[in-house]
DNA sequence: CTAATAGTGTCTCTTAGACACTATAAA
DNA sequence: TTTATAGTGTCTAAGAGACACTATTAG
């Protein structure tokens, strides 16, 4: 079997996250060139073979030429496939999603906006889908390992982490069973300084421990979430 | 930013699994033309754009003309990419992996065979890491699912299926515990026959309810298992 | 002082695991 | 009868959720 075959389109597409306001929160990059130039999509592109040493470099290089972010949490969602997907032909696209702290991005060359995931806007291509798909990723993980801490800044209090996974998880959690579960896992560590943001008794900061950067950790049981709001379907 | 880039060639590749004498195995069939004419690989094929409407009908094609099997448990696994997996040049495949019961295989054009996943073959290209990345799914999704109930024939005992979990998982589970949380997942109906295998009392028969093929249920905690074999790396 | 948030002690109820028990067949 | 497997009853220990309690700051 020879590949006579039209090879399909290649593109990788990126779901970048983050949490502004207590709210979860996803990119759009205005395009530069056709097919919808001037429109506002999820940051992508074409895989350089000659360039990327997989289609995970891919989107690193996509991430960082398109939305000014450097090594963030990176993970494979699927491939979304299809012969209308992309008005240009037969395509498959290796889409990826990544999660920053809010204040962890650099100047762009072309113009970015951060949209609530909770809106509902209409995106082109099938970048609904896909947006979608990241957004439930990360919830289901988040229900079981330490996924959200991706999304903190570099020191945190346990009240913030707490209020991440709420947002994530759509409900709210218990205090004292969140950090029962939380110390469990043994990846924060204290940093010897206080914080008096709330005004009232100052709470301890946390970190990551480094060994938490060799991979996310998983919670040996799931979040039982109260059903409260639950946004998004 | 015009796709003056080359394209990158797309493969489809499949690791159907099933479960012979109590052993999870894997299916590898020999290869009709170049590269490694008459070697052993997964069976996978080329993207037709002309005719797959998207790469999961790629890999149900490929499926059913490489192993003859139709319609069984398939879900997308991941893309494996990059310059040096296929020698054939910068290459993405789009790896999906396939649940079958043992005796639900038709005759095939070319020679098929089963294969024990616990044996290290060496295999071709990446394959490898494709089959333990199969692997590493089903086990995953079986601590707390109810995948598994897709290796088994039309009706089962209970013990039946509890030797399926305990083969995936590599273990062995606590005959209640395990009953108990079968029969929460309201998944199974009696079926009005007995079966007398084991020699000795009959056993009750079952089959997966019709709501059951709309997708897999998740149980509500993951299986302890005791820490016994748990092979494979 | 009060208000507000951080952090802890502890009770209860659920449930997984363990395991003994009964049930029903073959030989 | 014995033996082997199917299926159930039930105890116990662990742990999640609930929530009240103490601790520490601001005003």
Same mark, same amino acid.
């Given at each position: !079997?020879?590949?006579? &075959?039209?090879?399909? *389109?290649?593109?990788?597409?990126?779901?970048?996250?983050?949490?502004?306001?207590?709210?979860?929160?996803?990119?759009?990059?205005?395009?530069?060139?056709?097919?919808?130039?001037?429109?506002?999509?999820?940051?992508?592109?074409?895989?350089?073979?000659?360039?990327?040493?997989?289609?995970?470099?891919?989107?690193?290089?996509?991430?960082?030429?398109?939305?000014?972010?450097?090594?963030?949490?990176?993970?494979?969602?699927?491939?979304?496939?299809?012969?209308?997907?992309?008005?240009?032909?037969?395509?498959?696209?290796?889409?990826?999603?990544?999660?920053?702290?809010?204040?962890?991005?650099?100047?762009?060359?072309?113009?970015?906006?951060?949209?609530?995931?909770?809106?509902?806007?209409?995106?082109?291509?099938?970048?609904?889908?896909?947006?979608?798909?990241?957004?439930?990723?990360?919830?289901?993980?988040? !229900? &079981?390992?330490?996924?959200?801490?991706?999304? !903190?800044?570099?020191? @945190?209090?346990?009240?913030? *982490?707490?209020?991440?996974?709420?947002?994530?998880?759509?409900?709210?959690?218990?205090?004292?069973?969140?950090?029962?579960?939380?110390?469990? *896992?043994?990846?924060?560590?204290?940093?010897?300084?206080?914080?008096?943001?709330?005004?009232?008794?100052?709470?301890?900061?946390?970190?990551?421990?480094?060994?938490?950067?060799?991979?996310?950790?998983?919670?040996?049981?799931? @979040?039982?979430?109260?059903?409260?709001?639950?946004?998004?379907?």
């Amino acid at each position: !079997m020879k590949s006579s &075959y039209p090879r399909p *389109l290649v593109t990788v597409d990126v779901v970048l996250l983050t949490l502004l306001g207590g709210e979860l929160h996803f990119l759009l990059a205005r395009r530069e060139s056709p097919p919808h130039e001037g429109e506002w999509t999820l940051p992508g592109g074409w895989v350089h073979p000659e360039e990327d040493d997989s289609t995970l470099a891919s989107a690193r290089r996509i991430l960082q030429a398109k939305a000014g972010v450097i090594s963030p949490y990176l993970e494979q969602l699927q491939a979304f496939s299809g012969p209308s997907r992309d008005s240009r032909g037969w395509s498959v696209s290796i889409a990826y999603y990544a999660l920053v702290p809010a204040d962890l991005t650099a100047p762009t060359p072309a113009p970015v906006k951060w949209f609530p995931v909770a809106d509902h806007q209409p995106l082109l291509f099938d970048h609904k889908e896909i947006l979608q798909a990241a957004v439930a990723r990360l919830r289901s993980k988040t !229900m &079981y390992s330490s996924l959200p801490c991706y999304l !903190m800044p570099e020191q @945190f209090t346990l009240t913030q *982490l707490q209020r991440v996974y709420e947002s994530v998880l759509g409900g709210s959690l218990d205090k004292r069973s969140f950090r029962r579960r939380i110390e469990e *896992l043994e990846l924060l560590q204290e940093v010897p300084g206080q914080v008096a943001i709330g005004g009232h008794r100052p709470a301890q900061l946390f970190q990551l421990m480094p060994s938490a950067y060799e991979g996310i950790t998983f919670l040996g049981r799931v @979040f039982d979430v109260t059903p409260s709001a639950r946004a998004l379907g």
